[in-house]
Every structure is written in structure tokens, then in C-alpha cells.
């Protein structure tokens, strides 16, 4: 008989595996579940009337009955007649049974007994007490008996050492594992899967503060703000394993109750927008204690507008000292104005082991105006690898004028992957003068897809004469929505575009352009020149009423440009004292046609005193033309003053 040796696997777990037998419903009554214990009392009995008979069946059958049962003292006069009868179930029983008294050598003499005979979980059973006790070869050669008779906890033993010593035949035995159900051996499977996709940046979670830091909180992430490995969608090429994989490996392992399979799981669902099952199985395994899956299923509720049940998850995840979840709840109060408890939460994270949590309290205490305590925390996270960090310490330097202090912090946090910092490097080297640095910290930002960045380094290469390469940066940066960005853009292209082409009877066709798209976009913006320039490229159409509405968009901001040329329009439409308040407006701010526009209009009025001042001002303004005509009139002027 094998039976009981293939289902004893106490070595494992430190206790049987109880068949399953009939599950007893809420509905069955207390009749029904005292028959069952009538009917197991009734089969006790009618074994032990057998092994008294010198039944070696029945005693080993009997002895698995009572080991299972706790009954140690009970089971091993059975077992050891069963053994001596040569039943070899009997024997990785009773080598489980003494392995339990302590008597690790003795319990391994019978486990070989039984393995040599062809019990697999006896092999399982001794190759797993020969690496414990260091000797590897002979643990490799009893779990691989056990593992190539197919039983499962012998072939994810055997995967384990094969693992830890780099063999790339680990997988082979995992799957094996997997396959036959074993649950860690699926969530290790997958787990090797996806890290053999290498790493990526799917949606990965949020380590979410609010508004207290620009780094995500959400699950298990790596290096203060982890969270479950991200893994891409779609099918792999070159043997490289799909998302898929993974995933199938993953929900093998959480249906069968891994905890941790289940959060991945729900990470995996969730970067696919599929949130409703990811709660699902956030919600499993946060019942069942993981407090990451917790904290992720806050998130999600959050993310759906519940802020109360999330900061329930997060609470609870948080008191079983998770720094992700009293981030979150942190940054909860802080929102709430409630400056304490956000506080109290931010050291909790710390002493959780998060630097995110030195973080935001920098964050919060440079909100309220706490300098030197912000400068502390900030220095702490730092100091302990956080890039956002060392970009806010070195900030806080500039602005106390510590520029030789804050240099080495932005380079330590550029290196660490900051975009902000490797563009605030930039900005730095550029005010020394330094250009050529500044651009190389600028190219790096950039190409991170820094929006301010990308402008930076168009500007440079357009300085430089190369208008395709700053053609590209000015692209990503305008896509990113710098309006600037948009109006040098428009410039460029504005520069390279042909006459508009005449229609056939001699009538000006006019198309929109991608560089008047371009202008409009930075004029949305409130790009003041782009502003006049969509107002210039709308008066040059005949459409009065759509300049005149950008015209005064950007004389309203403050261009000169915007006010002068709203003055022309309003002037053509017979408004002149309109026009005369906004030219004295841009004239005022140093527009020397401005000045000279007022110069005749005064005249013209015979106010002669006040047109020879306007005219001096024009004198003074320039530009050379328009000093020129003001002098005329001045002269003039003050020859019709003097007669």
C-alpha cells in the first residue's frame, strides 16, 4: 500500500494534509455531523481489529489515522508494524512521526527506506533533510527521484535548489510544480516570468501624497514607493514570455489562496483598466491579511471618488506597517487641513521603513513656512536615496543663496533619474554661463520629456542654425503644452512658408497653416505675442472683429505690440479716442510709434505742447525710422510753438 505515503507531507508543513471527505454545509445539522464522527470511530475500530489480526495494511492505514490526529504515542507501535512488514508508506510515515519527536537522523533512515522502495514524498522528504543539512548533491538527487514521479512538493524542492544555485533548469521543475497545483510555485513561476520580460513602466501604481510629492504611493513598489512589478500587455517575441503568462500563473496561485498572487494579480488587472476584478482581488488578499493589497485597494477607491472607505483600507494597512498606506493617509489630512494628524501619519511611514514619509513632511513643513525643519526632512530622505528629495534640499539651498550646497544635491539627484533636477542643473550652469553644460543637463531632461527642457535645448539649436533639430525639440515641448514652445514653433515655420497662393480671378486664397495652428494654440495659452501675431494673420484676412479680439486679449496682458496695433484697428473703424488710450498705454511702456502716433494726433488736434512732448518720447524710443519722422515733427512743432 502507498497511499498514505504520497499524501503524508508533514515534513512540509508541520502537520498532515486532511482529506477532504464530505464538507459538512451550514445547513447540515448536528446529526448529520455526529454520524460522520460515528462512522470515522467505526472505522478506527474496524482497523484496529485488523492490525491486531496482523492486518500491515490496516496498521499503516491506522498509524496515518492517529499521526494525523495528533496522537503521536498512538500512531507508532502502527507504523513501526507496518514498516516491519515492509510497507513503505508506513515508513515515510513513521520517518514523519519521529522528525516530529525531534530524531531528525533516525526519521531520515526510514524516509531512505521508503524512497528506495519508490515512495516520492519519502524522496521528497530526505532531500530536503540532506540540504538542510548542507549536503546538496545528495538533496538534488532524492528530490529529483521524487520530482520525476511526479509529485509536485518534490518538484518545486528540487526547482528551489536549482533556483538558488542559478540553474537555468529551475523553471523546468516550477512549472512542473505549477502545473500540478502547488500555489507558490505558481506565484514563483510568474514572478520569474515577469522578470524575465525585464522591467517596464506599465502603470505600476501611484505613490499617491495628494498634492505632497510627485513620486506614486500605491502597492508594492520599488525603493520607497513600490508596488507590484509592472508588466506590458501584449504578446512577446524572441522567447521572451507575455504578459499573459504571468498572469495565468498568478490567478492559479490567488484562486488557490496566495495572498501575494492575488496583489499581483490585481496589479496586473488594474494597468489593463480593468478595475472592478483588480478590487476584487485586492479585496481577497486584503482580507486575508496583505496589507500592500490593502493599500492598493484604497487607491482604487479613491480613484472612485470613496475617500472614506479607502482611508479604512489604508488605516488598516497602515496599522500593520505599511508606509505606502500612511503616506496615503497623510496626504488624506493634509488636504483636510488637519496639519497634525497628517504629520503623525508622515512619521509613521517613516518609521515603516519609507523615505517618502521624511519627504512629505519636508513638503508640509515648507507649506506652513518651517525652513530649517523642512530643510531637515528633506536632508533625512536624502540622505537615505530619495531623488525628489535631494532636488527639493537643493531648491531650498538656491533660494537661501547656498549655491555651491545645492549643486552637488541636484547632481545626486539627477543621477538617480530626477528629471527636475537634471533641468534645474541646467538652469544653473546656464546663469554661470556655462551653456554647453547647461545644454547637456537640458538633452537629458528632455529626453525624459521634460516640457521646459525640450524648449531649452530648441532655443539653443536654433541659436546654433540647426532648424531641424530644434524643430523636434520645439515639437515635444509644444506638445507637452509649453506655449513658448508653440510660438517659436510658428516662427519657424512661419518662416519657411511660401506666398499664399492666388486664386484664379485674383482673389487671396487663405487656408489655415500648421504654423497659424501653432500660433493659436500659444495665444489660447495667453501667449501675448503669439496673441498679436493670430490677431495680424486675422486682419491680413479681412476678419476685423477676430484681430481686434486678440489684439485686446494681449493689450490686456500687457503687450505693447497688442496695444499699438489695436489702435491702427480702432482708428480704421473711426474710434480714435480709443485708440489714443491704448497708444498712450504702449507708449507708455516704451513703444516708440506709439509715441509717434500720439505725437500726430496731437498735433493734428493743435495741441502743439503736448504733441512735442509725445514726439521727444518717440525721439528717445526709436527705432531709427521712427526717430527720424519724430524729430520732423518735433522740429516742426517747435518752430509753430516759437512763431
Known amino acids: 500500500m502507498d497511499v498514505m505515503g504520497d499524501k503524508a507531507t508533514l515534513f512540509e508543513t508541520g502537520r498532515f494534509v486532511q482529506p477532504s471527505g464530505e464538507e459538512v454545509t451550514p445547513d447540515e445539522t448536528g446529526e448529520t455531523a455526529m454520524a460522520v464522527e460515528t462512522g470515522e470511530a467505526v472505522e478506527e ?3 484496529r481489529l485488523a492490525a491486531e489480526a496482523g492486518d500491515a495494511e490496516a496498521s499503516s492505514v491506522l498509524g496515518a489515522m492517529l499521526l494525523r490526529r495528533g496522537d503521536l504515542d498512538g500512531a507508532e507501535p502502527q507504523l513501526r508494524a507496518a514498516t516491519a512488514a515492509g510497507d513503505r508508506a508506513a515508513a515515510n510515515n513513521l520517518g514523519v512521526l519521529l522528525h516530529q519527536r525531534g530524531y531528525a537522523d533516525e526519521a531520515a533512515g526510514w524516509w531512505r527506506i521508503a524512497a528506495v522502495a519508490g515512495s516520492a514524498a519519502a524522496a521528497h522528504a530526505l532531500g530536503r533533510h540532506c540540504r538542510e543539512c548542507g549536503d546538496e548533491p545528495a538533496a538534488e538527487y532524492w528530490l529529483r527521484q521524487s520530482a520525476e514521479q511526479g509529485h509536485a512538493l518534490g518538484a518545486y524542492a528540487l526547482a528551489d535548489l536549482l533556483e538558488h544555485r542559478g540553474d537555468a533548469g529551475a523553471e523546468r521543475w516550477m512549472r512542473a510544480a505549477a502545473e500540478r497545483g502547488h500555489r507558490e510555485a505558481a506565484y514563483r513561476l510568474a514572478r520569474a516570468l515577469e522578470h524575465k520580460r525585464g522591467p517596464n513602466d506599465g502603470r505600476g501604481g501611484r505613490d499617491d501624497r495628494g498634492d505632497r510629492g510627485d513620486r506614486d504611493v500605491r502597492g508594492v513598489r520599488e525603493g520607497g514607493e513600490s508596488r507590484v512589478p509592472a508588466t506590458e500587455e501584449g504578446a512577446a517575441g524572441d522567447g521572451v514570455p507575455s504578459c499573459a503568462d504571468a498572469e495565468q500563473w498568478y490567478r492559479q496561485a490567488a484562486a488557490r489562496g496566495h495572498q501575494r498572487a492575488a496583489l499581483h494579480l490585481g496589479s496586473i488587472l488594474e494597468r489593463r483598466g480593468e478595475l472592478k476584478e483588480a478590487g476584487r482581488w485586492y479585496l481577497t488578499a486584503a482580507k486575508d491579511g496583505e496589507a500592500r493589497a490593502a493599500c492598493a485597494l484604497g487607491f482604487l477607491l479613491r480613484d472612485a471618488g470613496d475617500t472614506e472607505n479607502a482611508a479604512i483600507w489604508w488605516l488598516r494597512a497602515a496599522q500593520d506597517g505599511d508606509g505606502n498606506a500612511a503616506n496615503a493617509l497623510g496626504a488624506l489630512h493634509a488636504e483636510r487641513g488637519q496639519t497634525q494628524t497628517a504629520e503623525r501619519w508622515y512619521r509613521a ?3 515603516a521603513g519609507d523615505d517618502n514619509g521624511a519627504y512629505n513632511l519636508g513638503l508640509l513643513c515648507a507649506e506652513q513656512g518651517r525652513t530649517p525643519q523642512a530643510e531637515q526632512w528633506y536632508r533625512r530622505a536624502a540622505y537615505a536615496g530619495h531623488r525628489e528629495a535631494a532636488n527639493a534640499l537643493a531648491i531650498l539651498l538656491l533660494q537661501v543663496g547656498d549655491t555651491a550646497g545645492a549643486e552637488p544635491w541636484f547632481s545626486k539627484a539627477a543621477e538617480a533619474g530626477s528629471v527636475d533636477a537634471a533641468f534645474n542643473l541646467g538652469i544653473l550652469f546656464a546663469g554661470r554661463g556655462e551653456d554647453a553644460v547647461a545644454l547637456r543637463w537640458y538633452e537629458r531632461a528632455a529626453a525624459a520629456g521634460h516640457t521646459e527642457a525640450a524648449l531649452q535645448v530648441g532655443i539653443a539649436r536654433l541659436r546654433e542654425g540647426d532648424e531641424r533639430e530644434a524643430e523636434r525639440h520645439l515639437r515635444c515641448a509644444a506638445g507637452g503644452g509649453s506655449a513658448e514652445a508653440a510660438y517659436r514653433l510658428a516662427a519657424v515655420l512661419d518662416a519657411r ?4 497662393p492666388a486664386h484664379e480671378l485674383g482673389e487671396i486664397v487663405h487656408e489655415k497653416t500648421e504654423c497659424e495652428e501653432w500660433y493659436e494654440r500659444a495665444a489660447q495659452q495667453g501667449h501675448r505675442r503669439a496673441q498679436v501675431r493670430v490677431g495680424m494673420l486675422a486682419a491680413a484676412r479681412g476678419d476685423v472683429c477676430e484681430a481686434a479680439r486678440w489684439y485686446r486679449e494681449a493689450a490686456e496682458a500687457g503687450s505693447r505690440n497688442g496695444a499699438f496695433n489695436l489702435g491702427l484697428l480702432l ?6 479716442p ?11 511702456d516704451g513703444h516708440g510709434r506709439a509715441a509717434l502716433r500720439l505725437a500726430l494726433v496731437y498735433a493734428r488736434r493743435g ?20 526717430t527720424e519722422r519724430a524729430a520732423r515733427l518735433r522740429d516742426a512743432l517747435r518752430e509753430e510753438l516759437s512763431a
Request: net charge negative; no cysteine.
Open 571 to 576: 482708428v480704421r473703424e473711426g474710434s480714435e
Open 45 to 47: 475500530m474496524r482497523l
Open 497 to 500: 512658408r511660401p506666398p499664399q
Open 578 to 588: 480709443e485708440a489714443v488710450v491704448w497708444w498712450t498705454r504702449a507708449a507708455d
Open 349 to 351: 511611514a517613516m518609521d
Open 607 to 626: 495741441e502743439l505742447a503736448e504733441g512735442k512732448r509725445w514726439a521727444d518720447r518717440a525721439v528717445a524710443l526709436g527705432p531709427g525710422e521712427v
